[in-house]
C-alpha cells in the first residue's frame, strides 16, 4: 500500500502531525510520501492508494492551499482511494477545519 501525505506548512506542527503519521504507518509496511502542497505533482497522486491532507486551522477551516488541491482532486477521477484529513490548531473551532475538508472531499469519488 501506497500513500501520500499532504500539508500545509504554516508553523510546521502540521508538517509533524504528517511526518510522524508517515512513520507510523511505515512501521506497518505501508510506503508514505510526505510533501507540502506547493510541491504535489497531482500526476503522481493517482499512484497512491491513499490519499491524507493536513493543515492547519485558518480561521476555522483549512488554507486556501489545501481547498484549492482538494478541489483539484476531486478533477482527477480518483476511484477507489481512501482519503483522510487531519488539521492542527492553537485552540477552539478545530473541529471545523477538519469537517469542512471531509466535506469537500466527500464530493472526491471512493
Known amino acids: 500500500m501506497k500513500v501520500i501525505l499532504i500539508y500545509e506548512l504554516k508553523y510546521g506542527n502540521t508538517r509533524t502531525v504528517a511526518e510522524t503519521i508517515a512513520e507510523e504507518v511505515g512501521e506497518e509496511g505501508v510506503e508514505a510520501l510526505v510533501s507540502e502542497v506547493s510541491r504535489v505533482d497531482l500526476n503522481m497522486v493517482a499512484e497512491y492508494d491513499a ?35 487531519f488539521n492542527t490548531h492553537m485552540g477552539g473551532d478545530f473541529g471545523k477545519a477538519v469537517g469542512k475538508m471531509e466535506r469537500q472531499m466527500g464530493r472526491l469519488p471512493g
Open 51 to 85: 490519499v491524507l491532507n493536513g493543515s492547519p486551522n485558518r480561521l476555522g477551516g483549512p488554507t486556501r492551499s489545501i481547498r484549492s488541491l482538494i478541489d483539484k482532486l476531486n478533477g482527477l477521477g480518483l476511484q477507489g482511494k481512501a482519503f483522510a484529513v
